[in-house]
């Protein structure tokens, strides 16, 4: 299995970004767009994995409240167009968090700095000068172990397990 854990994006963020990339696409935007349910933001890739029940025990220790974020900006890591995270202090203690029991449970993740984003656009070609996210707030209320499968060409994304509060 090739997991990570992530904060799903839903409601009116996930309307926003969902708008904004059609409004891109109509304009010439090009590129791997990434679908409106895979929209997240990944607080811990872990890869491939045997068995999720580790990573499960892992995260049943992780106790938060829920928060509010907000998206805003965009960014660019290479060719690949992410939407921004504004505010993320709680969203990084959450991150830091989620790895350190990770680390305690000796499960291996990708140790990269946590730079919060949410993925838009891979292999983009065209300006984006002209569009940005509309700033919008959603409640982070609860985490997900994700399954990425990247079987049919694009990655599929289901959830194994949440923690928290749909909030």
Same mark, same amino acid.
């Given at each position: 299995?090739?997991?990570?854990?992530?904060?799903?994006?839903?409601?009116?963020?996930?309307?926003?970004?969902?708008?904004?990339?059609?409004?891109?696409?109509?304009?010439?935007?090009?590129?791997? %767009? !990434? *679908?409106?349910?895979? +929209?997240?933001?990944?607080?811990?890739?872990?890869?491939?994995?045997? @068995?999720?029940? /580790?990573?499960?025990?892992?995260?049943?220790?992780?106790?938060?409240?829920?928060?509010?974020?907000?998206?805003?900006?965009?960014?660019?890591?290479?060719?690949?167009?992410?939407?921004?995270?504004?505010?993320?202090?709680?969203?990084?203690?959450?991150?830091?968090?989620?790895?350190?029991?990770?680390?305690?449970?000796?499960?291996?993740?990708?140790?990269?700095? %946590? !730079? *919060?984003?949410?993925? +838009?656009?891979?292999?983009?070609?065209?300006?984006?000068?002209?569009? @940005?996210?509309? /700033?919008?707030?959603?409640?982070?209320?609860?985490?997900?172990?994700?399954?990425?499968?990247?079987?049919?060409?694009?990655?599929?994304?289901?959830?194994?397990?949440?923690?928290?509060?749909?909030?």
């Amino acid at each position: 299995m090739r997991l990570f854990i992530a904060v799903m994006v839903s409601g009116e963020c996930r309307n926003t970004l969902t708008n904004t990339l059609e409004l891109m696409k109509q304009n010439g935007i090009t590129g791997r %767009f !990434v *679908p409106q349910e895979n +929209l997240h933001i990944t607080l811990a890739f872990i890869g491939e994995y045997g @068995s999720p029940e /580790p990573v499960i025990d892992a995260l049943s220790r992780i106790s938060f409240q829920p928060f509010e974020i907000e998206l805003s900006g965009t960014g660019m890591f290479g060719d690949t167009l992410w939407a921004g995270i504004k505010d993320h202090d709680k969203l990084r203690v959450l991150a830091d968090q989620i790895r350190q029991e990770l680390s305690s449970a000796g499960i291996p993740y990708d140790r990269k700095d %946590f !730079v *919060p984003h949410i993925t +838009l656009v891979r292999r983009m070609k065209g300006s984006v000068k002209e569009y @940005s996210v509309q /700033p919008c707030h959603m409640t982070v209320g609860r985490i997900s172990l994700m399954n990425s499968d990247l079987s049919s060409g694009s990655p599929h994304y289901s959830e194994i397990s949440s923690f928290g509060n749909a909030g």
